[in-house]
């Protein structure tokens, strides 16, 4: 019995997604600092809102890719955009990146573009950029060294990665925390709207 269940808590550790727990919770906004947040969008959608779900415009964001270049959700607009939050440090999201290269392959010359957000690190971002080459993932690749602090993963609400999120043409948020399985179609869906 002590066997079986040693087993079954290896297994949950296993295929547990790499989280952690915030220690405060988000502090109110002002007013001014909440209607200047719903002016960021991708693509200006005069009546969705900002936010987070399914069915909102996707904030907009900016970080810098591996060569220290700022790129921004805003630059894509028009094409469906696919968000990879992860890390070097996660074995779920390093043992996700098979599906997602094969997810880009499969839709890079459809329209799609694909952003790794890492929460690699400020010391670790010299091996990020290692493992992004040693693993051929050419999609584009970004990160602010700042771990669970990153500034798009909070304001994204993210609390665990991997986290496939993938957003429409249009800036439209259609599908977040999306299993590996169903990346393709969750892709093929925001192309045909």
């Known amino acids: 019995m002590k066997k079986l269940t040693l087993l079954l808590a290896i297994i949950a550790f296993t295929f547990a997604s790499c989280s952690q727990q915030k220690e405060q919770e988000s502090l109110p906004q002002s007013s001014a600092e909440s209607n200047a947040q719903n002016t960021d969008t991708q693509q200006s959608a005069p009546q969705q809102n900002v936010g987070i779900d399914v069915g909102n415009a996707a904030p ?14 805003s630059q894509f607009k028009g094409k469906t955009v696919v968000i990879d939050f992860w890390a070097t440090w996660c074995p779920p999201c390093r043992r996700s990146i098979p599906y997602v290269k094969e997810s880009y392959e499969k839709f890079k010359n459809n329209n799609v573009e694909f952003i790794g957000i890492s929460l690699d690190k400020q010391d670790g971002l010299d091996g990020w950029k290692e493992y992004i080459k040693e693993n051929q993932m050419n999609w584009v690749q970004v990160a602010d060294g700042k771990f669970w602090d990153n500034d798009v ?38 192309i045909q709207q």
């Open 60 to 73: 907009n964001f900016t970080m810098n890719n591996t060569e220290g270049k700022p790129v921004s959700l």
């Open 153 to 190: 993963a909070v304001r994204y609400g993210i609390e665990s990665i991997p986290s496939m999120w993938v957003i429409n043409r249009d800036g439209i948020i259609i599908g977040k925390n999306i299993a590996h399985d169903e990346l393709d179609a969750t892709i093929t869906k925001a």
